[in-house]
């Protein structure tokens, strides 16, 4: 089974300054790769996602990410981030041949400064 | 707009009671989980369904319980067995190989 973890549980940085959010992962197959964002007491909402193809992914808000597969991370990245970047990110894996198993990091708490 | 709700927001359990979670989707999903998230822990799978009248344990099933009735609904009921229910439940739906959709959550306290 496959697994992930985030480096990082929390991460301070001072607005319009560029931040990354690490997450390595272990699986014995090919993956699919996920970042999501939650907002305190709210549901998580996706940011981005890896299937297949460009290994560069953009996704809403600023956020792009890049599959390692050598390295097996998926690390989350921002040039400048804002004030309203503020909130825990979780990094998933799921395996392709079993949509029913999606397994979570711990998460990074982001905390951007003034 | 299509999505997914959960409902209450906000639960009280007192010692030995059961409860029960509601989970709605307009999103013509087949497959929906129930999550557990405790602080610094992450997300962990109590219960998915792929159909309708099939569900399946996840990797904390202990003291929960599930129906799959209908497309739409998902409900999770949290029986009195479950000796540490205190946390934040979140909802979610997904068409593979897609990610999955959340719902915005209920955060069930024990008193």
């Known amino acids: 089974a496959q697994s992930v973890t985030q480096l990082d549980s929390q991460v301070p940085v001072f607005e319009e300054a560029p931040v990354e959010l690490r997450c390595n992962y272990s699986?014995?197959?090919?993956?699919?790769l996920f970042w999501y964002v939650q907002y305190p007491n709210q549901g998580l909402q996706l940011l981005l996602k890896?299937?297949?193809?460009?290994?560069l992914v953009k996704g809403i808000n600023g956020f792009e990410a890049e599959f390692n597969k050598s390295q097996t991370s998926f690390h989350l990245r921002k040039p400048s981030v804002h004030i309203s970047d503020t909130a825990e990110y979780f990094c998933?894996?799921?395996?392709?041949?079993?949509?029913?198993?999606?397994?979570f990091g711990a998460g990074t708490r982001l905390t951007v400064k003034p | 707009d299509g999505g997914i709700t959960q409902s209450p927001k906000y639960l009280f359990r007192k010692e030995g009671q059961n409860v029960t979670l509601s989970c709605e989707q307009n999103?013509?999903?087949?497959?929906m989980y129930w999550y557990r998230q405790d602080p610094g822990q992450g997300l962990r799978l109590i219960y998915y369904?792929?159909?309708?009248?099939?569900?399946q344990k996840g990797d904390i099933a202990e003291g929960y319980s599930v129906s799959r009735e209908k497309k739409e609904s998902f409900p999770l009921t949290v029986t009195s067995a479950q000796k540490n229910p205190t946390a934040f439940y979140l909802c979610?739906?997904?068409?593979?190989?897609?990610?999955?959709?959340f719902g915005p959550g209920t955060r069930l306290t024990v008193l």
């Open positions: 890896y299937l297949s193809g460009s290994t």
């Open positions: 979610a739906s997904s068409i593979w190989p897609n990610e999955q959709f």
């Open positions: 999103l013509n999903h087949d497959a």
């Open positions: 998933a894996v799921s395996d392709p041949t079993n949509n029913n198993d999606m397994r």
């Open positions: 699986s014995s197959v090919s993956v699919y």
């Open positions: 369904s792929q159909i309708v009248n099939d569900f």
